[in-house]
């Protein structure tokens, strides 16, 4: 049974890091994209990032370039999500999912939310003074 879940969230002060974790079961991480997506209320789910051992991608949003670092720790099957500078617009649930295994995708790992198949439960980032 596929399982994935997060944690690491709370509260931290602007400019202040984090380190989100996502631990999985059932399945194993190299033959799969692993995600982490945000969700802010009244907002709609957005891509954060993704890595994909077996097709050799890391992917970034835009709005977390450079502050943002995904890593797999294969030895526990967890993957990692260090965030850095962090502003209060970072502020959501952030979620891990897991796509089919071994699928080949044209432009990498998958930014979008309809290419995961798996999700965990979430794990609530806070950023503010």
């Known amino acids: 049974q596929v399982q994935l879940v997060e944690s690491g969230g709370g509260l931290v002060q602007p400019g202040g890091s984090l380190r989100l974790a996502c631990e999985t079961s059932g399945f194993t991480p190299d033959d799969h994209a692993i995600g982490w997506f945000r969700q802010a209320p009244g907002k709609e789910r957005e891509f954060v990032s993704c890595i994909s051992t077996f097709e050799e991608s890391i992917i970034y949003a835009d709005s977390v370039k450079g502050r943002f670092d995904i890593s797999i720790d294969e030895a526990t099957s967890t993957v990692y999500l260090q965030m850095n500078e962090l502003y209060p617009e970072d502020t959501a649930v952030y979620y891990c999912?897991?796509?089919?295994?071994?699928?080949?995708?044209?432009?990498?790992?998958?930014?979008?939310?309809?290419?995961?198949?798996?999700w965990g439960q979430g794990t609530q980032v806070t950023v503010s003074s």
């Open positions: 999912a897991a796509d089919s295994p071994r699928t080949y995708h044209l432009h990498g790992c998958p930014t979008y939310v309809t290419g995961y198949v798996d």
